[in-house]
């Protein structure tokens, strides 16, 4: 008899909840994946050449699953006591999520990223960063706003353009429906970085240069070769640099772009706009050295 195939949504029990970092974001001490897989399916994830989606696919393609994690949220209140316990919550600097979106889809129905937050409120660590391009992320700002100077909302928004972001994240959520998501969430008086990451085909660098020093208290500039852990080789095997020559955008290699948008945001914001790994750890840096981590 066959074995039916588990289903793309089907839980899996989680062993824990918080894992060691290292690599690109070496700096925080660790990372906590509510689901296993993102259903935003960006064609430049890197995540889909990990031992995660490697191992845990269970038979489907990267962008095509999303398990639950489910208990990660009882798991974090465990570990967190116990850190309390040792009297290190402080030393704590915890980024979710590098291998998932927090706020995708799944999260409505299972509520995992923001039962893991009310974990968080109950015993606060010495910094979180919570990373999405979900709009859903509102419907939490309350706990957000709970955690006050320990917690950074950092929104990825790669490019101001739309066409951009269809032609390579479609299933990702609009330019507007992030701007309007980053409005509120200052309004609502969180910290808010804004993550060009990576950096893709925009207007001008005057027209998004002024949006993003406008949006966020930082912004961190990414590129592919930046960013991608192994000098561009990662992004060479995605279907990037194909997309770049059908859609007449030129060398998706080159760097120029975002580091001319980096360098005029630094000119007007200082170190609160930081360059690739140094710019994503950069408050974890602080935070370890006992700096301020509210801008
Ligand atoms: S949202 Fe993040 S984790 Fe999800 S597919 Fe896009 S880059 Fe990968």
Not at 6 to 19: F, G, K, N, V
Not at 103 to 131: D, H
Request: aromatic letters at 10%; hydrophobic letters at 35%; a positive charge.
């Amino acid at each position: 008899m066959m074995r039916e195939m588990a289903s793309s949504d089907t839980p899996r029990p989680a062993s824990t909840a918080l894992h060691p970092t290292g690599g690109f974001l070496t700096g925080f001490t660790h990372s906590l994946q509510p689901y296993i897989g993102c259903r935003f399916g960006c064609a430049y994830c890197y995540v889909r050449e990990s031992n995660v989606h490697r191992f845990f696919n269970g038979g489907f393609a990267w962008g095509e699953y999303a398990f639950p994690r489910q208990g990660v949220d009882e798991k974090l209140a465990q570990e967190l006591a116990c850190y309390q316990r040792k009297g290190q919550l402080d030393s704590l600097s915890i980024f979710c999520s590098s291998s998932t979106d927090p706020y995708q889809g799944a999260e409505r129905e299972w509520e995992l990223t923001r039962r893991c937050l009310q974990a968080f409120v109950e015993r606060p660590p010495g910094l979180l960063v919570v990373q999405t391009r979900g709009p859903l992320v509102r419907r939490d700002f309350d706990l957000l706003a709970a955690l006050g100077r320990r917690c950074w909302l950092s929104m990825t928004l790669e490019t101001d353009r739309d066409e951009v972001r269809r032609a390579l994240t479609p299933r990702c959520p609009s330019v507007h429906q992030r701007v309007q998501t980053i409005r509120a969430a200052r309004d609502a008086g969180l910290n808010v970085q804004v993550a060009v990451s990576p950096c893709l085909p925009y207007s001008t660098v005057d027209e998004f240069g002024s949006l993003l020093a406008e949006l966020g208290q930082r912004v961190v500039v990414d590129s592919y070769i930046s960013g991608d852990g192994q000098g561009g080789k990662r992004t060479a095997r995605t279907a990037i640099p194909a997309e770049y020559a059908r859609l007449g955008w030129g060398a998706w290699q080159g760097e120029e772009a975002a580091r001319a948008l980096y360098r005029w945001l630094h000119q007007r914001m200082g170190e609160q706009a930081g360059w690739s790994q140094a710019g994503f750890t950069h408050l974890a840096d602080r935070q370890s050295t006992g700096q301020s981590i509210h801008q």
